[in-house]
């Protein structure tokens, strides 16, 4: 975990706590409505309801996929101005593999834009910056 205690460290901190809890409510809290989201595929503009009800699926696919709740390894931010921070981001996803019971670790890169104008930050907007299904296929973690 990033050891520094800038408020967007920490506000990652939260954020990679509220992703491997049970809640919905407290993963969406950290984003505004909408937010933009961008990866390999494209941009698109996302509202907090469609991005809540698309978490249980996505949980329930890396949960079957042996997925423990990913481990943020790096952030590098970047104050733009007085509201808002861009901050590069690593996770590490460590899979389990059923048939073998090895683990495999696969690091994602992604970007964030985030709104530090209130007291509680926002993201704005997200980037993937690879396609984590296909890098899973890749691996042999995810069939077809």
């Given at each position: 975990?990033?050891?520094?205690?800038?408020?967007?460290?920490?506000?990652?901190?939260?954020?990679?706590?509220?992703?491997?809890?049970?809640?919905?409510?407290?993963?969406?809290?950290?984003f505004?409505?909408?937010?933009?989201?961008?990866?390999?595929?494209g941009?698109?503009?996302?509202?907090?309801?469609?991005?809540?009800?698309?978490?249980p699926?996505?949980?329930?696919?890396?949960?079957?996929?042996?997925?423990?709740?990913?481990?943020?390894?790096?952030?590098?931010?970047?104050?733009?101005?007085?509201?808002?921070?861009?901050?590069?981001?690593?996770?590490?996803?460590?899979?389990?593999?059923?048939?073998?019971?090895?683990?495999?670790?696969?690091?994602?890169?992604?970007?964030?834009?985030?709104?530090?104008?209130?007291?509680?930050?926002?993201?704005?907007?997200?980037?993937?910056?690879?396609?984590?299904?296909?890098?899973?296929?890749?691996?042999?973690?995810?069939?077809?």
């Amino acid at each position: 975990m990033i050891q520094s205690e800038t408020a967007i460290a920490r506000f990652f901190r939260l954020f990679a706590q509220k992703n491997s809890e049970e809640s919905i409510p407290a993963q969406v809290s950290q984003f505004a409505d909408p937010f933009i989201s961008v990866d390999p595929h494209g941009t698109r503009c996302v509202r907090l309801d469609d991005f809540a009800a698309a978490l249980p699926k996505r949980k329930v696919l890396f949960d079957r996929l042996g997925c423990k709740p990913a481990v943020l390894v790096s952030l590098d931010e970047t104050q733009l101005d007085a509201r808002y921070v861009l901050a590069k981001t690593t996770w590490r996803f460590d899979f389990s593999r059923a048939n073998s019971g090895e683990a495999e670790q696969v690091l994602a890169d992604s970007t964030f834009l985030v709104d530090t104008g209130k007291e509680e930050f926002r993201i704005v907007m997200y980037m993937a910056h690879q396609d984590i299904m296909q890098v899973l296929r890749d691996r042999g973690i995810l069939q077809g």
